[in-house]
């Protein structure tokens, strides 16, 4: 007669050998399960990475020849076209570039300009200018305000501030306002 060997023997759960037995068994399959299971897991995660791979080389591929293909149009591309498209773009060019250049001549050699500030008040047909920058002397300043407002489009021409620097050269720093008598197309 076999005699079973209780470990535990309170109420409905006895422990034998048999019920450990079992329940380390379905541990291990639980396990063995689980496993399984990650494994074919980091499986499935290597294939999609590997497909993934071989399409980005496809898609790199493809553009690169799309890069090729605009850097080719771009160099075909006709002048005319640039030229057309650059004059299209600064229309109001030639009305500005006449302000500078009338700026320009009047400014004597020894003014530095450093800032050129343009605006327009709501309401208002003239456009007001602000010039900032740095004579050597103050009749460099002086001439430069009696040339500005001697151009025909400069009117108002004002002195509003101006002072010497107490680091460097010891140059003038001005501030002048002034009124333009045209408005940009815009």
Sequence with gaps: MTQRVNFLDKGPYALTYRNIMIVFGVWVGLCVVVEAGLIGYAWLVE??????????KILQKQQEQQLQLLALSKTQEQTGTAIQSL???????????????????????????????????????????????YSSNAEAMAEFVDHLSHVPMYKHVVLVESSREEKGE???????????????EG
């Excluded at 229309?91 to 500030?117: E, T």
């Excluded at 010891?170 to 940009?184: E, M, Q, S, V, Y």
Aim: charged content about 25%; glycine content about 6%.
């Design 47 to 56: 294939k999609r990475l590997e497909t993934m791979q071989e399409r980005i």
């Design 87 to 133: 004059t299209a773009r600064f229309q109001n060019l030639p009305r500005w570039s006449g302000v500078l250049q009338a700026l320009l001549k009047a400014r004597p050699a020894q003014v530095d300009l450093v800032r050129f500030a343009s605006a327009q008040a709501e309401g208002a047909a003239a456009r007001t200018v602000q010039l900032e920058g």
């Design 170 to 184: 010891g140059r003038l720093k001005f501030l002048i306002n002034a009124t333009l008598d045209f408005t940009p």
